[in-house]
């Protein structure tokens, strides 16, 4: 006899014991137990599970562009980077509201996580992988770039939190639920906007002082969004 | 196991869904019969703790709605429901255990023993969008059931549903409301008349009969049509 | 402890001990009150332990009955084919020695892997697989299936 066989022959004639018992049994057990409460690292890794890869190919390519010693000295590799994170952050944030714009808030609110607890860990990790992207590669940019730590870090910051702010404001919307490319397209306009207009005006001529400034509020800005984002549990739809 | 609902009130700018209801259920099903836009979404979700009342509260054995001891019992099927579209029905209910707090080990089990209750383990790996719209409330009503809840709600269950499928549906809430407090919305008298241990109808966000439905009252089908047509 | 995992598993190591449905269900819960008014390390061998006791305690309690009985054996489906099966999966596994069955069960009728074996017997795991292929072969002999 295969092993298969002898498998379903054993398990097939012990019957399977009654489900309303077991389910009454279970239940009682449970009762008697504290509500087992989850880690936030527990947390954290199941949803780690189901960020798709290309979030993490999207932060490797842009790694992997910031190390690279170009043959061609004349690539500006700043820009080349700078023009990306629009898209990494369109990226990260279609992923992190995902749940949410494939209809699956409702059904995540009832579980011991809650949806907002899953969004924080999927918000948490994605952002987390981007910082130290971001952070890494402005270390690898900024002895190239030719220009000094502030304008390295505005060329990558600013239109990061610009695309992710208004993802999230855009998401707020019933179109944007719906639609969840809109981060795409938002990632595309302002990386349009980036390379015809603000690009040149960030390298070159504005003063760190006001560079810092823009930063700052764009990161007070980009933490309201995201507190506004987690909470936002109520739709006024009905 | 009690669920007490006390003054519930939901306004929404100047509408009001839920007018001030109070009632308390025990286990047994509970039909919630009313036409759309009476109120009855609006209360579900209040009791699963998704909406927040404008006032009023609900508690359940003493525990708040908002709190993880309360999810921890809670199985709820909402009148509509996604899925990531890449999920295969058994990664639908793994996710969803994870979710709930089972282990890996007990995920996969529970699944199994999830998929064959609602017949759907020769479908197991093909991806839910593949699913017929039956298909896809049977996962959903499985889903709901992953914790094995001690207040189960389902919104308008039987909805796309065949007639084959709905008896099957039927037994199997009665047997769970042998053991838990079952609230179950529609707006088809038949789906509830038999089973319900109690009925209650709402219109425009307030109760207009809360009790056990009898043949004394006359025909369900009939008060329901003169109430709400 | 994954109480859904190890529910199921239970209730069948002491079915084929018991041979009875609804006795196999009260121990398995039984098995499972004790075990969690208990705390140590290695959780599934303890289960698997106080499970095992209780069968004993069980055997003790009732007389034993003889499979040359008309006692039908009580089952899930009362078909007539699965109750012939059952039957001669019965008889089949009380020709085998008390270790033989032991390892099958676990084996077989709860999916468990070698190594888990190896632990929940105490038995190597060279052994288990050794002992397993012998008490595979014995069995299928017991059934009548010789030939595959």
């Not at chain 1, 066989?5 to 279970?26: C, V, Y």
């Not at chain 3, 040359?68 to 899930?76: G, I, M, N, Q, Y």
């Given at each position: 006899?295969?092993?298969?066989?002898?498998?379903?022959?054993?398990?097939s004639?012990?019957g399977?014991?009654?489900?309303?018992?077991?389910?009454?049994?279970?239940?009682?057990?449970?009762?008697?137990?504290?509500?087992?409460?989850?880690?936030?690292?527990?947390i954290?890794?199941?949803?780690?599970?189901?960020?798709?890869?290309?979030?993490w190919?999207?932060?490797?390519?842009?790694?992997?562009?910031s190390l690279?010693?170009?043959i061609?000295?004349?690539?500006?590799?700043?820009?080349?980077?700078?023009?990306?994170?629009?898209?990494?952050?369109?990226?990260?944030?279609?992923?992190?509201l995902?749940?949410?714009?494939?209809?699956?808030?409702?059904?995540e609110?009832?579980?011991?996580?809650?949806?907002?607890?899953?969004?924080?860990?999927k918000?948490?990790?994605?952002?987390?992988?981007h910082?130290?992207?971001?952070?890494v590669?402005?270390?690898?940019l900024?002895?190239?770039?030719?220009?000094?730590?502030?304008?390295?870090?505005?060329?990558?910051l600013?239109?990061?939190?610009?695309?992710?702010?208004?993802?999230?404001?855009?998401e707020?919307?019933?179109?944007?639920?719906?639609?969840?490319?809109c981060?795409?397209?938002?990632?595309?306009?302002?990386f349009?906007?980036?390379?015809?207009?603000?690009?040149s005006?960030?390298?070159?001529?504005?003063?760190?002082?006001?560079?810092?400034?823009?930063?700052?509020?764009?990161?007070?800005l980009?933490i309201?969004?995201?507190?506004?984002?987690?909470?936002?549990?109520?739709?006024?739809?009905? | 196991?009690e669920?007490?609902?006390?003054?519930?009130?939901?306004?929404?700018?100047?509408?009001?869904?839920?007018?001030?209801?109070s009632?308390?259920?025990?286990?047994?099903?509970t039909?919630?019969?009313?036409?759309?836009?009476?109120?009855?979404?609006?209360?579900m979700?209040m009791?699963t703790?998704?909406?927040?009342?404008t006032?009023?509260?609900?508690?359940?054995?003493?525990?708040?709605?908002?709190?993880?001891?309360?999810?921890?019992?809670?199985?709820?099927?909402?009148?509509?429901?996604?899925?990531?579209?890449?999920?295969t029905?058994?990664e639908?209910?793994?996710?969803?255990?994870?979710?709930k707090g089972?282990s890996k080990?007990?995920a996969?089990?529970?699944?199994?023993?999830?998929?064959?209750?609602?017949?759907?383990?020769?479908?197991?790996?093909?991806k839910?969008?593949?699913?017929?719209?039956?298909?896809?409330q049977?996962?959903?009503i499985?889903?709901?059931l992953?914790?094995?809840?001690?207040?189960?709600?389902?919104d308008?269950?039987?909805?796309?549903?065949?007639?084959?499928?709905?008896?099957?549906?039927?037994?199997?809430?009665?047997?769970l409301?042998?053991?838990?407090?079952?609230?179950?919305?529609?707006?088809?008298?038949?789906?509830?008349?038999?089973?319900?241990?109690r009925?209650?109808?709402?219109?425009?966000?307030?109760?207009?009969?809360?009790?056990k439905?009898t043949?004394?009252?006359?025909?369900?089908?009939?008060?329901?049509?003169?109430?709400f047509? | 402890?994954?109480?859904?995992?190890?529910?199921?598993?239970?209730?069948?190591?002491?079915?084929?001990?018991?041979h009875?449905?609804?006795?196999a269900?009260d121990?398995?819960?039984?098995?499972?009150?004790?075990?969690?008014?208990?705390?140590?390390n290695?959780?599934?061998?303890?289960?698997?332990?106080i499970?095992?006791?209780?069968?004993i305690?069980?055997?003790?309690?009732?007389?034993?009955?003889?499979?040359?009985?008309?006692e039908?054996p009580?089952?899930?489906?009362?078909?007539?084919?699965?109750?012939?099966?059952?039957?001669?999966?019965?008889?089949?596994?009380?020709?085998?020695?008390?270790e033989?069955?032991?390892?099958?069960?676990?084996?077989?009728?709860?999916?468990?892997?070698?190594?888990?074996?190896?632990?929940?017997?105490?038995?190597?795991?060279?052994?288990v697989?050794r002992?397993l292929k012998?008490?595979?072969s014995?069995l299928?002999?017991?059934?009548g299936?010789?030939?595959?």
């Amino acid at each position: 006899m295969r092993d298969q066989d002898i498998r379903e022959l054993l398990q097939s004639s012990a019957g399977t014991p009654d489900a309303k018992s077991k389910d009454r049994f279970l239940r009682e057990i449970r009762k008697r137990q504290d509500t087992n409460r989850m880690s936030f690292i527990r947390i954290l890794l199941i949803q780690f599970r189901y960020i798709r890869k290309r979030v993490w190919l999207a932060s490797l390519l842009i790694l992997i562009l910031s190390l690279t010693v170009t043959i061609d000295l004349s690539f500006d590799r700043l820009t080349a980077v700078s023009d990306l994170m629009p898209f990494l952050a369109g990226l990260g944030m279609l992923e992190a509201l995902r749940a949410d714009m494939h209809g699956m808030k409702e059904l995540e609110s009832v579980t011991l996580i809650s949806a907002k607890g899953a969004l924080f860990a999927k918000t948490a990790l994605i952002g987390a992988s981007h910082l130290i992207t971001m952070l890494v590669s402005s270390i690898f940019l900024f002895p190239s770039a030719a220009s000094d730590i502030t304008t390295v870090a505005a060329m990558l910051l600013i239109p990061y939190t610009v695309t992710s702010i208004l993802c999230m404001e855009v998401e707020r919307t019933r179109f944007g639920r719906e639609n969840g490319y809109c981060c795409l397209v938002i990632a595309f306009l302002v990386f349009g906007t980036f390379r015809m207009m603000l690009h040149s005006n960030i390298s070159a001529g504005t003063a760190p002082g006001t560079l810092m400034l823009i930063m700052a509020a764009l990161i007070v800005l980009e933490i309201y969004e995201l507190k506004k984002t987690m909470r936002s549990e109520e739709y006024a739809w009905n | 196991m009690e669920l007490v609902a006390d003054r519930l009130t939901k306004q929404y700018d100047n509408k009001i869904a839920v007018d001030r209801l109070s009632f308390t259920l025990k286990p047994g099903v509970t039909g919630l019969l009313g036409a759309n836009g009476a109120g009855k979404t609006t209360l579900m979700r209040m009791i699963t703790g998704i909406l927040s009342p404008t006032s009023g509260e609900i508690t359940y054995d003493g525990k708040e709605v908002k709190s993880e001891e309360y999810r921890n019992i809670l199985g709820f099927l909402p009148q509509d429901f996604g899925y990531y579209p890449e999920f295969t029905g058994k990664e639908f209910l793994m996710y969803f255990c994870a979710l709930k707090g089972l282990s890996k080990k007990d995920a996969k089990v529970r699944t199994s023993e999830l998929l064959k209750m609602v017949v759907l383990e020769d479908v197991a790996n093909k991806k839910v969008r593949k699913y017929s719209g039956g298909m896809k409330q049977r996962l959903g009503i499985a889903q709901a059931l992953i914790n094995r809840p001690e207040v189960l709600i389902l919104d308008e269950p039987t909805a796309g549903l065949d007639p084959k499928e709905r008896v099957r549906f039927r037994n199997l809430i009665e047997e769970l409301g042998k053991e838990s407090i079952v609230l179950l919305s529609t707006h088809i008298v038949s789906d509830i008349e038999n089973i319900a241990d109690r009925l209650i109808m709402m219109r425009s966000g307030r109760i207009i009969w809360d009790g056990k439905w009898t043949e004394e009252n006359g025909s369900l089908e009939e008060f329901y049509l003169k109430e709400f047509e | 402890m994954d109480i859904e995992t190890y529910y199921d598993k239970i209730y069948r190591y002491i079915y084929y001990r018991v041979h009875d449905r609804s006795i196999a269900e009260d121990l398995t819960q039984e098995a499972f009150l004790r075990f969690l008014g208990s705390s140590g390390n290695e959780p599934e061998r303890y289960l698997y332990t106080i499970a095992k006791n209780l069968c004993i305690d069980e055997y003790r309690r009732i007389k034993p009955v003889s499979l040359d009985s008309e006692e039908v054996p009580d089952l899930p489906d009362n078909s007539a084919d699965s109750l012939v099966k059952s039957l001669e999966v019965r008889q089949a596994l009380e020709k085998l020695s008390e270790e033989d069955r032991e390892l099958l069960i676990l084996r077989y009728a709860n999916d468990e892997p070698i190594k888990e074996i190896s632990r929940l017997t105490g038995i190597s795991r060279f052994a288990v697989y050794r002992r397993l292929k012998e008490a595979k072969s014995r069995l299928t002999k017991a059934l009548g299936k010789e030939t595959i």
